[in-house]
Antibody, heavy 120, light 112 residues
């Protein structure tokens, strides 16, 4: 049974860096051919695709977040991570990690989500 | 890249059918047959209910169906049930030289 679990600070100061980790259990990232993703949802609003990473470190990012976002993978720990720099209140969201049904997109497995608030 | 446009809310009585629209552009929905739909109950993670425009994952009720015309995708829920009351999000592949997805603004479905 595949499970994803987000972890990281729930409060980040403006202008600082948001960092989250997604721990994967029930499957090995290094032996799969999926682009593992981060998706976020501001309170009361719709979902926003943030980006995704392959087992070899290849990444794709949402255009409006390029320059601020980095997604990386650590296959030895079976984890992948999100780093978002220079955060503002607009980055306050529930952050989900997810695995697609196919290789890319159509997200069938989701973590429970982690609320990150940007506030001083 | 702008979010896909969905109505803020749609409502219907039990047993009725409702349709949720999702309007994009020729850069996303209009070009790619890669639209997915997600159901999200309060405080829960989204659940994939339609992928590749019209396909249902195993275990998803056949009361959910997807379609597309031009730059607009649609989700129809037939035989509306109380458990269908939730938020629904559309999503489309939007990349060309780059690969990324764009989500919709979300629709709250209320069962009267």
């Amino acid at each position: 049974q595949l499970q994803l679990q987000e972890s990281g600070p729930g409060l980040v100061r403006p202008s600082e860096t948001l960092s989250l980790t997604c721990s994967v259990s029930g499957a090995s990232i290094s032996s799969t051919s999926y682009y593992w993703a981060w998706i976020r949802q501001p309170p009361g609003k719709g979902l926003e695709w943030v980006g995704s990473v392959f087992r070899n470190g290849a990444t794709f990012y949402y255009p409006s977040l390029k320059g601020r976002v980095t997604i990386s993978v650590d296959t030895s720990k079976n984890q992948f991570s999100l780093h978002l720099i220079s955060v503002t209140a607009a980055d306050t969201s529930v952050y989900y990690c997810a695995r697609p049904r196919g290789s890319f997109g159509d997200y069938e497995y989701w973590g429970q989500g982690a609320l990150v608030t940007v506030s001083s | 890249q702008s979010a896909l446009t969905q109505p803020a809310s749609v409502s219907g009585s039990p047993g009725q059918s409702i349709t949720i629209s999702c309007t994009g552009t020729s850069s996303d929905i209009g070009t790619h047959d890669l639209v997915s739909w997600y159901q999200q109950h309060p405080g829960k993670a989204p659940k994939l209910i339609i992928y590749e425009g019209t396909k249902r994952p195993s275990g998803v009720s056949n009361r959910f169906s997807g379609s597309k015309s031009g730059n607009t995708a649609s989700l129809t829920i037939s035989g509306l049930q109380a458990e269908d009351e939730a938020d629904y999000h559309c999503c489309s592949y939007a990349g060309d030289f780059d690969k990324f997805y764009v989500f919709g603004t979300g629709t709250k479905v209320t069962v009267l």
